[in-house]
């Protein structure tokens, strides 16, 4: 027997080991490296819930500016220009984000309802009728980009094919760690469509929300059809995998804790914290970098000015600090703590995930239409597979048999 100390807590989030599984390296770092730096891919980490918490708030010395992903290509000073407000800071994000909400409102997320549920059944129903599917290839990886296609007003004719370029543009295969030439050509084929879509909206508006966003004005100013543009794609980059990934978890974990699909089952009213507690205990955005406008001194040392720094939420949704039994997968969590007071799942202050309502809409009538259309379902373990993605967590495939 040696006593060897064990090495020191090593993180990347481009380890395939840690997409399998990157709690047990949280929790290490939130022990033993709550500042945690990585010299190799150039940044620093907070782990533990204060600080990533303090961290979102303070966006005056953690700087959105050059984006929040660790791709190379999307990381720098133009990052805006793809990412909108989301690689903005204040005075700037402040006006954009005010601009965007007089389109963006509660009640246009609300009136999509009828739709999210036609949608849903359209691809739901077939697939239930089937009693065997892939929850992502069949259901979940089609309907947000629909959503969102449906909330901006892409026909329903060239859904499919805008479906396409998004997929390409957030695709990554294996091992590749920058944005492929077929995800830059994608993004050239979607921004064109994007530009002839806002080019109609300004000649003849509708009831969307892309003519919603050319007409919406603050004391006279307007967004400029290239920062309409780079908001549509904002939406594609914020808001399809993300909340794809939310049903595969949800699914996921359900099944990997016997007796909660069960639950849910027994008590539809469930499904609300089903999906909340997929959200804390497993979120499909595990993390958004920051720079450092200026050099910072944080309880554990310091990060120089002009650095990259990872607030890992995942990691801090995990804290045992906050969350009592931090690794339990518990539905009625909410019932006890105020939903979304404590989780990092959707970030926090300015940049909170204008999308958040919008996600939990589609993921409840989702999930309620699985509960509602069969008796229960089980996950064939060998053909699960995962996206090894830095910006996404959650499944590529995930093979579902429904019992009718
Ligand atoms: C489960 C699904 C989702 C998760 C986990 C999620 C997560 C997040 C997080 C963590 C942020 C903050 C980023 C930061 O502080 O740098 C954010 C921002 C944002 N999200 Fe979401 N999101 C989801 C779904 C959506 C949807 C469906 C939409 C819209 C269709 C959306 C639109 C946005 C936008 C526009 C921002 C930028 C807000 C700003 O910078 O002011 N998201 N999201």
């Known amino acids: 027997m040696t006593d060897l100390a064990p090495p020191p807590v090593a993180y990347s ?11 047990p390296t949280y929790a290490r770092l939130r022990a033993e490296a709550p500042l945690y730096r990585n010299d190799e891919l150039g940044f620093w980490a ?3 819930y204060a600080d990533v918490h303090d961290a979102f708030r303070d966006t005056v010395r953690f700087s959105s500016a050059y984006g929040v992903t660790l791709d190379e290509l999307a990381w720098g000073p133009d990052a805006h220009k793809v990412m909108s407000f989301l690689a903005l800071d204040p005075p700037r994000h402040t006006r954009m984000r005010a601009l965007v909400s007089r389109g963006f409102t509660p009640r246009r997320v609300l009136d999509l309802a009828p739709r999210i549920t036609a949608l849903t059944h359209e691809y739901l129903d077939p697939a239930l009728e089937r009693g065997e599917f892939d929850l992502i290839a069949d259901v979940a990886g089609k309907l947000p980009m629909d959503v969102i296609s449906e909330l901006i007003g892409v026909p329903p004719a060239d859904r499919a094919e805008v479906r396409r370029l998004a997929d390409l543009l957030v695709h990554r ?6 944005v492929p030439p077929t995800g830059i050509e994608a993004a050239i084929a979607l921004h064109a469509y994007y530009a002839d879509m806002v080019a109609q909206r300004l000649a003849a508006p509708t009831d969307d929300l892309t003519s919603a966003l050319v007409q919406a004005e603050i004391d006279g100013e307007r967004l400029t059809t290239d920062e309409v543009i ?4 904002l939406l594609v980059v914020a808001g399809n995998e993300t909340t794809t990934k939310l049903l595969g978890n949800a699914l996921y974990w359900a099944w990997r804790n016997p007796g909660t699909a069960e639950r849910v089952w027994a008590d539809p009213s469930l499904v609300k914290g089903w999906i909340e507690e997929t959200l804390r205990y497993d979120n499909s955005s595990q993390m958004v970098a920051r720079r450092a406008a200026v050099r910072i001194d944080t309880p554990h040392g310091a990060i120089p000015e002009g650095d990259r720094v990872l607030l890992l939420i995942g990691a801090a949704n995990r804290d045992g600090d906050v969350f009592p039994e931090p690794d339990r997968y518990l539905l009625d969590r909410d019932a006890t703590m105020a939903i979304d007071a404590d989780k990092l799942s959707f970030g926090v202050g300015r940049h909170y995930c204008m999308g958040a309502s919008l996600a939990r809409l589609e993921a409840a009538i989702a999930l309620e239409a699985l509960v509602a259309g069969c008796r229960g379902y089980d996950l064939d373990p060998t053909g699960i597979r995962r996206v090894h993605s ?6 590529a495939a995930l093979p579902v048999t429904v019992r009718r």
Do not use: K, W
């Not at 989030?13 to 709690?23: Q, S, V």
């Not at 780079?230 to 794609?233: S, V």
């Not at 830095?390 to 499944?395: I, K, L």
């Open 13 to 23: 989030p481009y380890d395939y080991a840690i997409h399998d599984d990157p709690f």
């Open 173 to 178: 295969e294996q091992g590749v760690f920058d």
């Open 390 to 395: 830095v910006n996404v967590r959650g499944f």
């Open 230 to 233: 780079a908001f549509l794609f």
């Open 46 to 48: 907070l782990s533990r």
